[in-house]
């Protein structure tokens, strides 16, 4: 093996820093899913009729369909009949404030970098943090409320706020949308709503982090952002995982509904658990994120940074209805050992006029396989709709692989489509160069893999790129200069 | 401050260099000639501690340290410097950026604190006119679309960022025309001293002209032949390099 191989096998194989469990009484639902596990979690949570006849539909529809099978991942077949559906820490009672909060699970917060305190101090973002399924610690909340923004945990939603939620979930996915949507709407535990008002700018990063805590259990979450006319919200979910042999199921649904003029921005970094060196364990990652601009002029924008899992199966995608409105999908997924990942994103061009930009980097290195996915289809009635693409892969070492499936359906002869792609290696005269200048060998990997990712990392938040920086071990650019 | 004994370098198994030796003191300016093939670039390249090349013999001693022993950023951090003939592209990253972590990376080295945005600045703003060079430049993507004479003169705005204690210009005249060529000289006399040393690999005198050395060495079939003061430099664009190749092989 030469040197430089060598460099990339250490850099790629690096062990997962953010790995261990914190001990806390589960409250779990025995092994298994049946009617009865859907009516104990809607129990549970102290769900209205409809909700429980909401799940109970979808988990009917779920028992009819399959898995799907088209993905270019390879991975045994989740045992769904031993996985625990619900599970929750017990806390003695619900925490009013902060101060309340476990300290246990605040200390697991700190580990990751994610102080809650911090994060209100010095960054102004309100953290709604959901570990294993219950939310715990609410912030800014009454600011917020002051605008009429509403942003709480997903049972909240449905206990304070009936009517919106009733309204729009599964507006956006439906419940029978595809086999894991409709998992998840069987049975998920919680998540985050999030709701603008009409003319309303919300003045923070809304943000969310995301943690899997007791072993075996599956992270089903659900998260419902509606944006009424004329507003704007930026929004942010991350998530890393502690380190386990068995792997975890995660099948989560996002929509976001935006009206008539209003923005979404949707920031996500994703660092599950990807299994140890030789693939064991990890995350399974099989996720449905879908937002739809229904008015005119609306606009929602996705950007991701997916550095975990064992296997990714997801497409953030946009539903272009209104005219004039625009869909934007940033993406970055590093793939490292023997991790799968088959991402990309839909966008359904449907209004006259509208937009679509998609950036994807795809960065392979040790063993791993990473896909780029994604779908343009521009509708008969979509007059003068434009896209762009640009996906592009970049490979560590001679063991991984890039793979792009574009798909384009074009019904409509005055749209424009444009589709660009590369794949290109890391250099080892880029390392030699950056070593020269006194930049070890790690570091300039780093740096290199960084500056290939720049496009997608200029469009986090700032607040966000932080955690982005962590995961990708990368130093952002433009501080000076 | 560099001491090289007996080096022989090959790559592929083919043995380039054949006996190097050569002694450096601070404050000196020594040139390295010869005809293309003779093994410049090579020495470059291996007192920079590229990896390709496989030193079979020899020592090289750099302020009391084994040079060889080191990686290639740790002699970076030590003070070696390389100007190279083609720098490398490296896209999405700023040369400001580049010169940011890699200061940093040296200062940690040397047990200091990172430097803070304003200084990094003020620092930049200094070195930048040394060699003429624009802001904008420094804050594209390094290299990328870069002209030779923007390269060149890149090479040697990060020379003056680092400060090495000696630095090596590896056919820094190439490509440039004679504006370029006198603003890179420029910048290279400005940044020398009592303390730092300068080893000038190039194919032709017109750089000296401009950078004018202490010891000029001609290096032919992998060792040199011949060293002399500045007038050896102009003997050989007189009378080409044919003469020391015949004194060569009657040696």
């Known amino acids: ?481 | 401050m560099l001491s090289i004994k007996n080096l022989h370098a090959s790559i592929e198994g083919k043995e380039i260099l054949k006996g190097i030796n050569l002694e450096v003191k601070p404050g000196e300016v020594h040139a390295i000639m010869g005809p293309n093939g003779s093994g410049k670039s090579t020495l470059a390249s291996v007192l920079a501690g590229r990896e390709d090349y496989e030193v079979s013999s020899g020592e090289i001693s750099f302020n009391g340290k084994d040079l060889l022993e080191l990686e290639a950023d740790e002699r970076a951090k030590e003070g070696v410097f390389l100007a190279f003939q083609y720098p490398i592209e490296i896209p999405g990253v700023t040369t400001t950026n580049f010169m940011k972590t890699a200061l940093n990376k040296i200062r940690e080295h040397k047990g200091l604190e990172p430097l803070d945005a304003v200084s990094f600045l003020g620092m930049m703003k200094e070195k930048m006119k040394l060699v003429e060079i624009d802001q904008a430049l420094l804050s594209r993507s390094l290299n990328e679309g870069f002209s030779g004479g923007e390269k060149k003169r890149n090479e040697i705005f990060q020379m003056a960022m680092l400060e090495p204690t000696l630095s090596i210009l590896d056919e820094t005249d190439s490509g440039l025309d004679i504006d370029a060529l006198r603003i890179v000289a420029n910048g290279v006399n400005k940044l020398k001293n009592d303390d730092n040393a300068t080893i000038v690999v190039t194919h032709y005198q017109r750089l000296l002209d401009y950078i004018v050395p202490d010891f000029v060495h001609v290096l032919f079939n992998g060792k040199i032949v011949k060293t002399g003061g500045k007038e050896l430099a102009h003997e050989l664009e007189a009378k080409g390099y044919d003469w020391i190749k015949e004194e060569a092989s009657i040696a």
Not at chain 1, 340 to 349: E, F, S, Y
Not at chain 1, 391 to 420: R, W
């Open chain 1, 1 to 481: 093996m030469s040197k430089d191989d060598q460099i990339l096998e250490e850099f790629a194989s690096k062990e997962y820093e953010h790995g261990w469990t914190v001990d806390f009484e589960a409250d779990s639902a025995p092994p298994g899913l049946n009617e009865d596990i859907v009516r104990f979690i809607s129990a549970k949570k102290e769900e209205p009729e409809w909700l429980l006849e909401w799940r109970l539909k979808a988990y009917r529809n779920w028992r009819k369909m399959t898995e799907p099978k088209w993905a270019n991942v390879h991975y045994p077949k989740p045992d769904f009949e031993n996985i625990i559906y619900y599970s929750a820490p017990k806390p003695k009672d619900k925490p009013k404030s902060l101060d309340e909060v476990d300290p246990e699970m605040r200390k697991t917060f700190e580990r990751l970098g994610i102080s809650l305190t911090e994060q209100k101090r010095l960054t102004g973002v309100a953290v709604d943090a959901v570990m294993d399924s219950v939310s715990v610690g609410t912030t800014f909340k009454k600011q917020l409320a002051e605008l009429g923004i509403i942003f709480c945990s997903f049972s909240e939603a449905v206990k304070e706020h009936p009517e919106l939620v009733k309204k729009y979930i599964g507006s956006v996915v439906p419940s029978n949308d595809n086999f894991y949507a409709a998992l998840n709407s069987a049975v998920f535990s919680d998540g985050s709503f999030c709701y603008i008002p009409k003319g309303v700018r919300c003045p923070v990063e809304l943000s969310t982090y995301f943690r899997i805590n007791a072993a075996n259990t599956g992270q089903f979450e659900r998260t419902l952002i509606v944006a009424e006319d004329d507003s704007y919200v930026s929004y942010l979910e991350g998530c890393t995982a502690p380190m386990r042999d068995e792997n975890q199921l995660h099948a989560a649904v996002v929509e976001i509904y935006a009206a008539k003029n209003a923005e979404v921005k949707y920031s996500t970094v994703q660092n599950w658990y990807p299994g140890d060196k030789n693939g064991k364990g990890g995350i399974y990652n099989f996720v449905t994120k879908r937002g739809i601009c229904a008015g005119d002029y609306a606009k929602i924008s996705w950007t991701q940074v997916e550095t975990g899992s064992a296997v990714t199966w997801k497409y953030p995608s946009c539903i272009l209805k209104g005219d004039y409105s625009q869909g934007e999908f940033y993406s970055v997924a590093v793939t490292n050992n023997m991790q799968q990942a088959d991402t990309g994103t839909k966008m359904i061009h449907i209004g006259k006029n509208t937009k679509s930009r998609i950036v994807s980097k795809g960065v392979s290195g040790g063993k791993s396989q990473n896909s780029y996915r994604g779908l343009v289809e521009i509708h008969k009635r979509a007059e003068n709709s434009r896209n762009f693409s640009q996906c592009d892969s970049l490979l560590m070492g001679d063991k991984c692989g890039a793979h792009t499936f574009p798909y384009i359906e074009i019904k409509n002869k005055s749209s424009q489509v444009e589709h660009e792609a590369t794949t290109s290696k890391i250099g080892e005269d880029q390392i030699f160069y950056c070593q020269q200048r006194g930049i070890d060998e790690e570091s300039a990997v780093a740096l290199i893999v960084n500056g290939y990712c720049k496009e997608v990392l200029n469009n986090l938040p700032m607040e966000f790129a932080v955690e982005a920086q962590k995961l990708l071990a990368l130093t952002l650019e433009g501080s000076v200069g």
